[in-house]
């Protein structure tokens, strides 16, 4: 019998059927919100002008009430962990900024960034310049920026798992490696105070103009189900170009404090960054559009977590 043709009107009704369950579908998956890479990038500027924000200085106290003034808009569960770090010279009090969404006692994902700035740009070619602080627009604020718009957007649209926020302070403070990384490391000692987490991503140097953020050798090594799971979430969103599917730089960063512990946590970092401690690290370096791509990539891994 061969085979007949369906009347038009029967047709467009099919198709009508067939794009109602596919955008239902895509519904009952939980399409993750829009990111505002404007706002986020309004957020990098504000940051920056307080000036350099390294600990010790009245633009680090100013940074700090900022940040928690904003992420108390978002979560009635805001603290703020004090803790001190002696140098041979002064003490000097710092703070990591955490933020809880959902019910953290049960598994979610933790979500971090560094808040302050380097306080010598020592990659500067001028050696004159290298003792001077840097403002940090890509190195601390644009990791900030992409969190705090995340936390407007759980605020608005809950995410299907809790989540915590948590800032770090003291990551670029010192010349050598155990001078650096204090936050981390203080909040990775009492990483079990802080709820139930499958797994974490840290966000480090993500708002380059010319974006571009290669899987890290060390996450890849120990984290490399979380690396994969944000790679497929850049490809999905059609970023695949700015997440080179290939391992580039081991960076030793806040993560690592994190893996000792215990959480398997991804560094999502541009190392491919020309003005990375030095002076030249300004918010015209940066791009909303950079902010957005990331922005969207960890929105998408947050609302559509694999099983």
């Not at 710092?94 to 953290?104: L, S, V």
Request: charged share 20%; with cysteine; hydrophobic share 40%.
């Amino acid at each position: 019998m061969p085979l007949q043709r369906k009347p038009a009107a029967i047709l467009i009704t099919l198709m009508l059927l067939l794009t109602g369950i596919l955008v239902s579908g895509c519904l009952a998956l939980g399409a993750p919100p829009a990111f505002n890479g404007e706002r986020a990038y309004s957020i990098l500027e504000k940051q920056c002008s307080f000036g350099p924000r390294p600990p010790g200085t009245e633009a680090h106290k100013k940074t700090r009430d900022y940040l928690i003034s904003e992420l108390k808009q978002y979560s009635n569960a805001v603290e703020a962990q004090a803790f001190t770090h002696a140098s041979a010279k002064k003490t000097y009090d710092m703070w990591n900024i955490i933020a809880r969404f959902g019910d953290t006692a049960k598994p979610g994902i933790l979500l971090a960034a560094h808040w302050d700035t380097r306080p010598m740009a020592d990659q500067e070619v001028d050696p004159a310049r290298r003792k001077l602080p840097i403002t940090g627009a890509n190195d601390g604020a644009s990791g900030v920026a992409v969190l705090l718009e995340l936390a407007r957007i759980f605020h608005e649209s809950p995410p299907p798992v809790p989540v915590t926020i948590v800032l770090f302070d003291g990551e670029d403070f010192g010349y050598t490696s155990d001078q650096m990384y204090l936050g981390s490391r203080y909040f990775a000692a009492r990483l079990k105070d802080f709820g139930s987490c499958k797994f974490g991503i840290l966000l480090d140097m993500v708002g380059d103009k010319d974006l571009n953020i290669n899987r890290e050798g060390y996450s890849n090594q120990f984290a490399k189900s979380v690396v994969d799971r944000i790679w497929a979430a850049a490809k999905a969103r059609g970023f695949g170009e700015y997440f080179p599917d290939e391992v580039k730089y081991a960076v030793m960063d806040d993560h690592l404090p994190l893996i000792q512990a215990g959480l398997p946590c991804a560094d999502v970092i541009d190392f491919d960054y020309a003005y990375w401690h030095t002076l030249s690290d300004t918010p015209d370096k940066c791009s909303a559009k950079s902010l957005k791509i990331v922005g969207d990539v960890i929105s998408y891994v947050v609302y559509s977590p694999a099983p």
